[in-house]
Structure formats: structure tokens, C-alpha cells
């Protein structure tokens, strides 16, 4: 009953500052993504699975300014004024992660029962040329991850997954290492390939094999 990673998920203050982080850190240009209408958001895309990673992409994600702000904080921290100043301050920057389950209602409640704040089921959705993406994720009601990010969002595709129309990009996940993650909420998840400790340290560590040679993502 593990869960497999989804996707990284790096923030920026713009859309466009984060295509640039792209381009310049890991040499190649995101490819299209599209917008949350329930979280104000909107996003470009990067396939980086592997065989370890199946069907692993990166997610650059930020406030859509031309979207009506949401009744709710955004996912991913991206209301946390802290956030968005260090953003400002520093760029783009790996936050979290996100894990896919199929049985997304177990795993909630197996992680509230070892003490975590998983959030509630909501739904979401966006079109896509290939057709209608529909997913339920995990939301805290004050949009905080947990674990300092470590924590992965859960959520459970129905139907099509946005993976399986991305072509392959020339950048692929080799490691990744969360720190901070109770044993007790890691043996919930079963975190297949994923290295995850319980210590203190950076929360998330990703490592990438790049165009431009390995790269090394820290949260």
C-alpha cells in the first residue's frame, strides 16, 4: 500500500520568473501547463520520471494574477507572506512534493492517526487538449504543508494523469531525500524509492540529471 511520487513542486512569484529559473538551472524550457481555477493558480509542466519515478513530473506553480483570488489559502504555501518574501528575495525554489495514492482515504486517515494534519479531500480539475484532468488532493485549511514541506500532499488521479501526454524532457529525477518525516507517518506512506528520514536537515533534496549536468534541488 505505498504511495509514489507525483511531482516536485517549485514555487515562484511569477510564472515567468520560473520558466527563467528552468531555463537557467536546469537547461530546458517547461513545457505547457494550465490553470487552477479553484486555487488561483496556473502552472507549466517538466516530465522527469524514470523507471524509479514513474510518470515523476516537476510542477513550476504561481499565483495567476489574472485569476479572482480563491475563498480559501492557496496550496503549497503560496499565501504565506514568509514564502513570498523569500521568493522575492531569492527566486524560485523547490517546496514540496506531492504523492499519488489509490487509496487516498486510507492513507488520510492512517497519517491523522500517527499525529499528521493531512487535510480534507477536495476536488479539482482542469482541461487539457488531451481532455479533462480531474484529481482529488489533500488540503490543510490554512494551505501549510507539513514537515516543513517534507510532508508529501496526497491526491488520487481519476482518469487521465498529466504525465502520460508530456514528452520526455532531458531532465530525470535520480534521488530524493526528505528529512523531518516522523518513522511513524514514513511507515504510513511507504514512500517507494524515496530516501526518508526522521532527523533534522534540509527537508526536501532532490538530485537531477540535467543537460547541463547533475543538478541538486534543496527546499
Known amino acids: 500500500m505505498s504511495v509514489l511520487l507525483d511531482h516536485l513542486v517549485v514555487a515562484a512569484t511569477t510564472l515567468e520568473d520560473g520558466v527563467a529559473w528552468c531555463e537557467a538551472t536546469l537547461g530546458v524550457t517547461p513545457g505547457p501547463g494550465g490553470r487552477h481555477a479553484l486555487m488561483g493558480t496556473h502552472n507549466r509542466l517538466l516530465k522527469i520520471a524514470t523507471p524509479a519515478y514513474p510518470d515523476a513530473y516537476l510542477e513550476i506553480i504561481a499565483i495567476d494574477p ?12 503560496l499565501d504565506d507572506p514568509a514564502q513570498q518574501a523569500r521568493l522575492q528575495a531569492e527566486g524560485p525554489r523547490l517546496v514540496h512534493l506531492v504523492a499519488r495514492s489509490t487509496m487516498l482515504d486510507m492513507h488520510r486517515w492512517g497519517l491523522i492517526t500517527v499525529g499528521q494534519k493531512p487535510g480534507d479531500p477536495v476536488a479539482a480539475s482542469r482541461m487539457t487538449p488531451q481532455g479533462e484532468l480531474r484529481w482529488q488532493i489533500l488540503l490543510r485549511e490554512d494551505g501549510g504543508m507539513g514537515c516543513g514541506g517534507a510532508l508529501p500532499t496526497l491526491l488520487q488521479w481519476q482518469g487521465l494523469h498529466p504525465a502520460q501526454a508530456m514528452p520526455d524532457s532531458g531532465v ?14 514514513r511507515d504510513v506512506l511507504r514512500l517507494r524509492g524515496v530516501t526518508v528520514a526522521s532527523g533534522p536537515g534540509v527537508a526536501i533534496t532532490a538530485t ?7 543538478v541538486r534541488l534543496q527546499s
Not at 66 to 77: E, I, K, L, V, Y
Request: net charge positive.
Open 172 to 185: 530525470t529525477l535520480q534521488a530524493l531525500v526528505l528529512q523531518g518525516v516522523p518513522d511513524r507517518a
Open 66 to 77: 489574472a485569476a479572482p483570488a480563491p475563498s480559501r489559502p492557496r496550496w503549497f504555501g
Open 208 to 214: 537531477l540529471a540535467t543537460p547541463q549536468g547533475e
